[in-house]
């Protein structure tokens, strides 16, 4: 009888935790590996190691969400007196859920006892109404999959995407405070960053008394990991056996979090010029005259602006006073390469690579490409033979981690053989518009600034 009763408390708690965790943590972390925590095999053993992980789970979702690691509670507690609590108050109702997540579990552990009893004295009523009691649970469960929640969307199209579903996820996953602790453990290991080596624009770097080809390829959302492996990884693409005779410098620099892309633009032609009104509103030329940006050095250059996607976005016609050539989805239809799918309709940003010194005209000339197919959420080109996602975190926790990996090993792949090509009166310079816009939670695995990677012929 005790052997049975807890094994029927096990079961209790194993079932009442996941499904709270699937109703209200869904949109966390951990709910993007698969169902059922693996944890939690453990700890539902035990009532107290119970309500001990519900309580960190629920702080570190909460962590989570804001971006925040385990170094934050250290700061809390020191200074429990300087705590505002009208701000941990919106803290709390931002995200009830996750609240709601711990006070209902609470509940479940403090009555786990008498639920137990009372399924005990109610048995045989249970055998005799078991048929009664699944068809009002199917029920139950397929009037709440048509309610209009983003939980609910997000369970049918699992269901509908069923042979993708199980392709991509796993029936176990990992907490949250686990997915964090791990991540933490993993990127403690991540050098400090040195102030010296970051630079604010390039105009001690697009040098033509040195250069007669200036290749700027700005790449949308580069997966910089925080995680050595994986950055290693897709830089050692690029830079393979044949390019041993290549000059590397790396360089850090900030990224716009107001303007995101157009941000890194203006910072481009005009270095710290803050003036993004103007910059948005006004012909490049024009505002490059007006601020008295360093691009206003290169009038004699022959300057070509080529981008992946459609020049109308983001009001890129204004660029073509400045520049000799600008060139977008329409004005590349007849290069006849692959559109690559994704928020915006463009061509595949690798095989784009192949064709830029065709737009060398001049003794003098500077090429900007400005790449899309990572943009998030993306699309996934194809998978690549570097690695298997479910090996590395954070490429298992979230299928658009994996899938900007990928896309990005295509590319590198594709601009290796671009710099294996480089003359010794060409430069490359290469570096991120801005890290994978994703939520603060997902945010964290990647670094904070940008790596600027120039590349010439020893």
């Not at 997540?101 to 008498?114: C, G, S, T, V």
């Not at 620099?253 to 010029?273: D, I, P, V």
């Not at 998978?383 to 981690?401: A, E």
């Not at 900007?404 to 090993?409: D, E, R, V, W, Y």
Request: aromatic share 18%; hydrophobic share 40%.
């Amino acid at each position: 009888m005790i052997r049975t009763k807890f094994i029927l408390k096990y079961l209790l708690s194993l079932v009442f935790v996941n499904f709270t965790g699937l109703i209200f943590l869904y949109d966390t972390i951990s709910f993007n590996q698969g169902l059922i925590s693996f944890q939690s095999i453990i700890y539902c053993l035990n009532s107290i190691l119970l309500f001990f992980f519900i309580f960190i789970e629920t702080v570190f979702v909460f962590l989570q969400y804001y971006g925040l690691d385990i170094e934050f509670l250290n700061l809390i507690l020191f200074n429990l007196t300087n705590i505002d609590y009208n701000f941990v108050k919106i803290i709390l109702l931002d995200k009830f859920f996750y609240l709601i997540y711990f006070i209902i579990n609470l509940i479940f552990i403090l009555n786990l006892e008498k639920i137990s009893q009372l399924i005990c004295k109610k048995k045989e009523f249970l055998v005799i109404n078991k048929f009664k009691i699944f068809v009002s649970s199917l029920l139950f469960f397929l009037i709440f999959l048509f309610l209009p929640f983003e939980l609910t969307n997000k369970i049918r199209d699992k269901i509908t995407n069923f042979q993708e579903s199980i392709q991509e996820y796993s029936v176990l996953r990992n907490d949250n405070w686990f997915i964090s602790l791990k991540s933490q453990i993993i990127y403690d290991q991540t050098e400090n960053v040195d102030k010296e080596i970051y630079i604010d624009d390039f105009s001690n770097i697009i040098n033509f008394d040195k250069y007669n080809n200036i290749y700027i390829i700005i790449n949308e959302s580069y997966p910089n990991f925080k995680n050595k492996i994986l950055k290693e990884k897709l830089f050692n693409l690029i830079i393979d056996e044949r390019n041993n005779e290549i000059n590397i410098k790396n360089y850090k620099k900030s990224w716009s979090k107001k303007y995101s892309t157009q941000g890194a633009e203006l910072a481009l032609f005009c270095g710290k010029n803050k003036n993004f009104t103007d910059f948005r509103i006004k012909t490049l030329d024009q505002f490059i005259k007006e601020n008295n940006c360093y691009f206003q050095n290169y009038k004699s250059i022959n300057k070509v602006f080529v981008h992946s996607s459609s020049i109308n976005n983001f009001s890129r016609k204004r660029y073509n006073d400045f520049f000799d050539n600008l060139l977008g989805f329409e004005q590349l239809k007849n290069l006849k390469i692959k559109i690559c799918e994704g928020v915006y309709l463009s061509y595949c940003d690798d095989q784009i690579l192949s064709y830029l010194r065709n737009y060398i005209t001049k003794k003098k000339n500077m090429i900007i490409f400005l790449t899309v197919n990572n943009h998030i959420p993306t699309n996934l080109i194809s998978k690549t033979d570097v690695l298997k996602c479910n090996d590395y975190h954070p490429l298992n926790i979230f299928d658009q981690i994996c899938y900007s990996f990928h896309n990005q090993a295509i590319f590198n792949k594709g601009l290796s053989k671009f710099v294996s090509k480089l003359k010794k009166d060409e430069l490359l310079i290469f570096y991120s518009d801005t890290p994978p816009l994703f939520p603060l939670r997902e945010r964290v695995h990647y670094e904070d600034f940008i790596d600027v990677y120039t590349f010439e012929k020893k």
